[in-house]
């Protein structure tokens, strides 16, 4: 007897997004594109908000700060939430307390007041950044256009961050400092309106207890660690910022250990064993090391050795943005013509590498060389991210894309905190040897102090200080860039490497 043979089932193939869903992908690019912004979005208006309220040095570092360290230590917590409770139900919830806490930002009376505003802020946007991302895994199930619908994610949030200065500072020219926090409301708006129509609600359906313990321990492990990082490039290695980050290093071991002992974790540790999610989890934070390290160079070259002003500096840094607009969608479109998507990522680690070596040529007027450097830098940046938030999120599953995103934008933190920890650290050191044991105390600690230093001495010497001033800190800069790109040739190896079995348009799985 001949047995027939046994047939194997197959899945369906995935459904491809319509007119619907791309308008939607469109009406959540308004928000997420305000909430990088917001980042820098107070880059010019201090000035007018330190005159009109006031604030201590404390209360002014505050305002700048809070919105970032809150977004960060919440990432985990709302990433999970959202999986349990619906994403876009949180994504609303967010949208409502971002443009009230925007209302309440723009009309503050007092320093307080603004503080408590932006802390609000932070908390909405740690609920837009992985509620937008999860439900861009549930509108784009074909593996081609979910590509192309987390390049352009990519490609915005890169965007925001170089827009929000510019923007600040043309508000700021023609209309008040609350101005900055009012271009918030239509957008949210909008999508309060259109979400409920457009947007499909996704949950995990067997979520499982919220694990309280783990939201304290999750903010005691990240804040720490992103305070101490962000303080060491201007204020060097002090005792009290390696504590911090030793105590947060810690507090994340404690986290680590919760996770894989409770029984319903925040951050299942199941998240790590998909394939591909681990390696690209560890390749963005590269990514983003990369992107922040230099960042922490090319503002104050622009303004400090270059001498442009303020809004000037801002609006030649986002020159090269204009081409950040297609590299999302070229790699995805590489990967469809069956590039490896390792190869793919590798590539964009090597494009990166080269806009760090563009820069290591920097002297003391290279205005075009370093816009060149970072344009290619962010051009490599975007392919990177896309690629790896691609494979991350279809590596975890469904339900848990919540999680998912919020760990790895989580990871992003961490990444760009330690490059303008440590490229910015690698640049201190240089510039200190090699200013001259003579000048004073003040001008060798940073380029900061050497301009305060040079204006107090008369016209020759404070020329003279100033020149050397600049010649050091670009030297400096020479070196962080060839760190930045020895680091990122490794990462295109580690990429080529740990990758190379993701083939094009794979999840992982």
């Known amino acids: 007897m001949t047995n027939a043979p046994r047939t194997i089932p197959t899945s369906p193939p995935p459904t491809r997004a319509g007119g619907r869903e791309w308008t939607a992908l469109g009406v959540l690019m308004l928000p997420l594109l305000l909430v990088s912004m917001d ?80 802390a609000v802020l932070g908390i909405g946007g740690a609920t837009l950044m992985p509620s937008t991302m999860a439900l861009l895994r549930t509108m784009f199930t074909d593996p081609a256009q979910r590509a192309k619908a987390i390049g352009l994610w990519s490609g915005v949030m890169t965007g925001g961050i170089a827009l929000g200065s510019v923007m600040s500072g043309i508000l700021v020219e023609h209309f008040w400092w609350g101005s900055v926090f009012l271009v918030n409301l239509p957008a949210m708006a909008l999508l309060l309106v259109l979400g409920p129509v457009l947007l499909p609600e996704s949950r995990n359906p067997e979520p499982g207890r919220f694990d309280w313990p783990s939201v304290p321990l999750s903010m005691a492990a990240v804040l720490p660690v992103i305070y101490g990082l962000k303080e060491i490039p201007s204020e060097g290695w002090h005792p009290q910022y390696v504590v911090s980050v030793t105590v947060g290093l810690l507090f994340a071991t404690l986290f680590v250990h919760r996770q894989r002992t409770t029984g319903s974790p925040l951050i299942p540790p199941d998240l790590l064993k998909g394939r591909g999610f681990a390696p690209a989890l560890v390749l963005n934070l590269v990514a983003a090391l990369g992107v922040m390290g230099s960042a922490v160079f090319t503002t104050q070259y622009l303004q400090s050795v270059l001498g442009k002003s303020p809004l000037s500096a801002a609006l030649w840094s986002l020159l090269p943005s204009v081409f950040i607009g297609a590299a999302g969608p070229v790699t ?29 040529g920097t002297g003391t007027d290279s205005l075009w060389l370093v816009l060149a450097g970072t344009g290619v830098l962010a051009c490599g940046a975007v392919a990177v991210m896309s690629q790896l938030t691609d494979l991350a999120m279809s590596s975890a599953p469904v339900e848990r894309s919540g999680s998912a995103s919020s760990l790895l934008e989580t990871g992003s933190e961490f990444g760009g905190a330690l490059g303008m920890a440590v490229l910015g650290s690698i640049g201190t050191a240089v510039y200190r040897h090699e200013m001259p044991a003579g000048a004073p105390d003040q001008a060798r600690e940073t380029l900061g102090g050497a301009l305060a230093a040079a204006g107090r001495l ?51 799985k």
């Not at 490896?340 to 590539?347: C, I, L, N, P, S």
């Not at 050397?468 to 020479?478: C, D, L, P, S, W």
């Open 39 to 118: 980042v820098s979005v107070l880059y010019f208006a201090t000035p007018a908000i330190g005159a009109d309220l006031n604030p201590s040095g404390t209360q002014q570092l505050w305002i700048f700060d809070i919105y970032g360290f809150v977004l960060a230590g919440l990432l985990m917590t709302m990433g999970s939430l959202g999986d349990r409770i619906g994403r876009r139900r949180l994504l609303l919830l967010g949208a409502a307390a971002f443009g009230a806490a925007s209302l309440l930002a723009a009309y503050a009376d007092s320093a307080e007041t603004l503080i408590a505003a932006r």
């Open 332 to 360: 995805a479109w590489l990967v469809r013509r069956g590039v490896g998507r390792g190869y793919v990522v590798a590539g964009g680690f090597a494009v990166m590498a080269a806009g760090y070596g563009l820069m290591a």
């Open 458 to 508: 008369p016209g020759p010497a404070g020329e003279t200080l100033l020149g050397t001033a600049r010649h050091a800190f670009a030297g400096g800069m020479q070196g962080a860039m060839i760190a930045g790109a020895v680091l990122l040739a490794l990462a295109a190896v580690g990429a080529a490497v740990s990758l190379r079995r993701t083939g094009p348009g794979e999840g992982g």
